[in-house]
C-alpha cells in the first residue's frame, strides 16, 4: 500500500502488476501490428482482451480448444477480459436491429453476421474463464451519461442483479475448479449511475455488499465535448476503500491517466495511444521525469506528427527521454520516409513507442504516489 492507502500492486495468476498501471487493448487477441515480445521489451504487464469479440471471431471452442488466450497469443503475463457488455450495448446502441437487452440477458447479431449472439451475466463468466484471464469482469448494463435518470436507475438495478449472478456462477465454478489462491482469477463489479451522484453510490454499495476483488467506473468517461467527467469519476472512487483496485474503463489519454492516476485509480485501458500512433501522431515528455503538480498548467507532454513536412529531414529521435526501440535507432525522419511509403514497419515502431510512453507515464505516477 502506499501513503493513501492505495495498492501499489496486484499480484494475478499469470504474474505481477505494478499500480496504477496503462493496458493496451488486444482486441482480437493482438495490440495491432506489434508482437508479445515487443510488448515485454516496452515494460507493458498485462493486456485487455475483449471478450465481445473473441466470441465471434475464432470463437470460444477455438479458444478453448487452443489452450486459452495466453497459449494462443503467445502472452504469458496477464490478461484483463472485459464482460462484451459495453461492446453490445454499443452495437445496439448504434441501431436497434442488432439485438436487444432485457433482464436475462444481451442478444445480439453483428451486421453481415449469419449467427445470433447471446451474452448472459452466467455466459460471460464462464467465456471469460474458459479464456484464462485474470482478471474477469461482471456483464453490467451500460448506459449514455446523457441519458435520463430513470434509464441509468434502470441499469443500475439490473447491473447490480448480473453482479449477483456474475458473482454466483464465478464462485460455482472456482468450488469445482479447486484452484489455489494464488491461481485464482479475480473478479471486478461495474458501478453504473451515469452523472448521478445518488445511482453510483447505491450501486457502488450494493456491489460492496455482494463482494468483488475491484471495481470499474461503468459508462464512457468523457462528456459530450470529449472532456473528463472529473466530478463523478473522483466521487464514485471516493465510495470504495481505497485498498480494493478500480480500473478506470478506456481512460487513455495521458492527461486523463494522470488526473484519475492521483483520484485513486489504479487500472486504465485504451486503444487511444496505439491507434495515435497508427495514425502519426506520437507523445514525447517536454521534461526528462516526474510530471507537473496537481492544478498545474505546465505543458508536460506534447505530440509529435510524423506525416508533417517538419519531419522530413528531423534526423533526432522522437524522444530524448525515450529508451524504445524506435528512439534508440531511428530518427524521425527515417519514420517519416516509412510512413510516406506505407511500410508497415512504420506501425510497428510507431506503435512501440507510445506504448512506451504510456509505460513511462505509469512509472512516473508510481514513484509520485511511492515518494
Ligand atoms: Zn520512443
Known amino acids: 500500500m502506499n501513503r493513501n492507502g492505495y495498492r501499489t500492486y496486484l499480484q494475478l495468476p499469470h504474474g505481477h502488476i505494478g499500480l496504477p498501471a496503462y493496458l493496451p487493448d488486444a482486441t482480437l487477441g493482438v495490440v495491432r501490428n506489434v508482437d508479445s515480445v515487443d510488448l515485454e521489451q516496452c515494460g507493458i504487464e498485462a493486456v485487455v482482451m475483449n471478450t465481445f469479440h473473441l466470441m465471434q471471431r475464432p470463437g470460444s471452442s477455438t479458444i478453448t480448444a487452443l489452450g486459452g488466450l495466453h497459449t494462443m497469443t503467445g502472452w504469458s503475463r496477464p490478461i484483463i477480459t472485459d464482460s462484451g457488455g459495453f461492446q453490445a450495448y454499443s452495437l445496439i446502441r448504434q441501431n436497434a436491429t442488432f439485438g436487444s437487452i432485457n433482464d436475462k440477458g444481451i442478444t445480439f447479431q453483428p451486421e453481415g453476421s449469419d449467427r445470433k449472439f447471446h451474452l448472459t451475466p452466467e455466459k460471460s463468466v464462464q467465456l471469460q474463464l474458459s479464456y484464462g484471464a485474470d482478471i474477469l469482469v461482471c456483464l453490467d448494463d451500460c448506459t449514455h451519461v446523457d441519458d435520463p435518470f430513470e434509464t441509468q436507475q434502470e441499469s443500475v438495478k439490473r447491473t447490480i442483479e448480473w453482479a449477483k449472478r456474475c458473482k454466483d456462477e464465478f464462485q460455482q465454478r472456482m468450488q469445482q475448479k479447486r484452484l489455489p489462491q494464488e491461481k485464482r482469477p479475480l473478479l471486478f463489479g461495474v458501478i453504473q ?179
Not at 263 to 290: E, K, N, Q, V
Not at 352 to 359: A, I, K
Request: glycine share 8%; hydrophobic share 35%.
Open 193 to 371: 449511475g451515469g452523472g448521478f451522484h445518488e445511482l453510483r453510490k447505491q450501486c457502488a454499495d450494493a456491489l460492496l455488499e455482494i463482494g468483488f476483488d475491484g471495481f470499474g467506473f461503468g459508462g464512457w468517461p468523457l462528456d459530450s465535448k470529449g472532456q473528463l467527467l472529473t466530478s463523478i469519476i473522483t466521487y464514485t472512487r471516493e465510495l470504495v476503500p481505497p485498498e480494493l483496485p478500480m480500473h478506470a474503463l478506456g481512460v487513455g489519454h495521458p492527461a486523463n491517466v494522470v488526473e484519475c492516476a492521483r483520484m485513486g485509480y489504479d487500472i486504465f485501458d485504451s486503444a487511444m495511444p496505439t491507434r495515435d500512433a497508427r495514425h502519426s501522431r506520437l507523445y514525447f515528455f517536454t521534461t526528462p521525469d516526474s510530471l507537473p503538480a496537481h492544478g498545474s498548467t505546465e505543458k508536460w507532454f506534447s505530440y509529435l506528427y510524423v506525416n508533417d513536412d517538419k519531419a522530413i529531414k528531423n534526423d533526432g529521435p522522437v524522444s530524448r527521454y525515450c529508451d524504445c526501440l524506435c528512439c534508440s535507432r531511428y530518427s524521425v525522419a527515417y519514420l517519416h520516409h516509412l510512413f510516406k511509403i506505407n511500410d508497415s514497419l512504420f506501425l510497428r515502431l510507431a506503435t512501440l513507442h507510445n506504448l512506451r510512453f504510456m509505460v513511462q507515464l505509469t512509472e512516473r505516477l508510481r514513484a509520485e504516489q511511492h515518494e
